[in-house]
Every structure is written in C-alpha cells, then in structure tokens.
C-alpha cells in the first residue's frame, strides 16, 4: 500500500488549487460565516493578496520555485477554518487543508509544510515555524485597506476594526534587501481613525510580524504617515 500511494504522488499547483470547487466553497462559506459575526471581508480578494504577496516576498528572498507555489496555496488556504468557527480558525483550517490536499495526492512533506504554516497564522496562537509560515503571517497582517470593511450606513456604525481598515488609504508591504528590512507603510487618514487606534487593535499583530521577518533574516518596521512606529 506504501509503495502505491508513494506513486500516486502528485505534482499540484497553486492554479489546480484556485480552481478546486470544493476549496473555493469553503473560501466563500468561510466569508459568509465572517460576515455573520461582524468581521471584515475574508473572501477571494484577501486570500488571493495573502497568497501573492506572501509568495513575493520568499522570491524576492530566492527561495526555490516550488515552496514559492506551496506558500501561494498556504496563501490561498490559510482562513478556510473560518467556515468552522473565528475561535481556533487557523487550527480549524490546517486539519482541513490536510484532508483536502492528502485526498488530492500531494506529497507527505509539502502537505506538512502548509498546513503547519496554515496552523500558525493566528496571532493568539502563531510562531513562524517555517518560511511559508513566516511569509503567510507576513502578508496577512499586512492587507488593511478600506474596501475590506463591509457595507454599512455611515462610519456612525463601524467598530474600531472598520474604523481603522476604513481610514487606511494605502498600505504596501517593501522590500529591501540591501538593508534587510521588509517595511510595512501605511497611509492613514487620521481624521476617521488615530494611530493609537491602529496600535491598539494590531500591535500584536505587529510584534508577531516583527518574529516572522527575523525567521527569514529581516527586520520589520511599521511606518504610517511618513513616521517609522516599530
């Protein structure tokens, strides 16, 4: 039995992977389930960012083609446990990721890969225990913008989660290798929402992304506003 699962291995692709129709039910059910409790967008426009940028960033690195195509899957993945519950998502999501790509064929070491990256996304519970890890935690925290906030009828109505995506005009995640820092600079429009409330919701985010670029050999810094704050 060992030998033929070991030849039935195969080969799959962030592309076989977009177009699974039982992965995108969970994507989209997972969002469904995000906005029932009030959360910001959670569908294909963040996982399909999550997954490019997270990818960028091991490229950028030089890492092999193939964990780059493993980290836009983990991208891809990463909040399918939402369709369970918010609580424990990340957990939620690698053990479905598992039975998905196990059924599929993927290899034994690439299914470990992603779903340990998958299980440590979640900043109440994450460590960057490998790069795909480490670039997903990296891309994730890092997509706010506006046009995740869900519609409502005024900024009247928005908690300071939608306050702070709603006020973030611009936020690019850079690079640079010649000084080893991947920043994270945002454009804030500090008339719908302060800094501080920006600290106040994500600095745990931040300190687990400042963990994430030291896996990788970086330092991260957080400017807004022109002002470096981490």
Do not use: W
Not at 66 to 93: C, F, P, W
């Amino acid at each position: 039995m060992v030998v033929m699962r070991e030849q039935n291995m195969k080969t799959i692709t962030f592309e076989d992977i977009k177009k699974n129709s039982e992965i995108r039910t969970y994507i989209a059910r997972a969002d469904e389930t995000m906005e029932a409790m009030g959360y910001t967008e959670h569908s294909f426009a963040h996982v399909t960012k999550t997954a490019l940028q997270a990818a960028q960033i091991l490229e950028d690195l030089g890492y092999p083609q193939r964990t780059i195509e493993l980290t836009k899957i983990a991208g891809y993945m990463h909040d399918i446990g939402n369709v369970v519950n918010r609580q424990g998502h990340a957990q939620s999501g690698a053990i479905m990721a598992f039975r998905i790509l196990d059924k599929l064929g993927m290899e034994a070491e690439e299914v470990a890969d992603i779903v340990s990256a998958i299980g440590h996304h979640d900043e109440s519970t994450a460590v960057p225990v490998n790069c795909i890890a480490a670039a997903l935690i990296l891309a994730d925290k890092s997509d706010v913008r506006e046009s995740r906030v869900r519609a409502k009828e005024g900024i009247d109505d928005f908690d300071i989660h939608d306050r702070v995506n709603h006020a973030v005009k611009k936020a690019e995640l850079v690079l640079e290798e010649n000084s080893k820092t991947i920043t994270l600079h945002l454009e804030v429009d500090t008339k719908q929402s302060s800094v501080m409330d920006y600290f106040e919701i994500f600095l745990g985010r931040m300190k687990l992304c400042r963990q994430a670029a030291e896996f990788l050999g970086l330092r991260f810094q957080l400017v807004a506003n022109g002002v470096c704050l981490l």
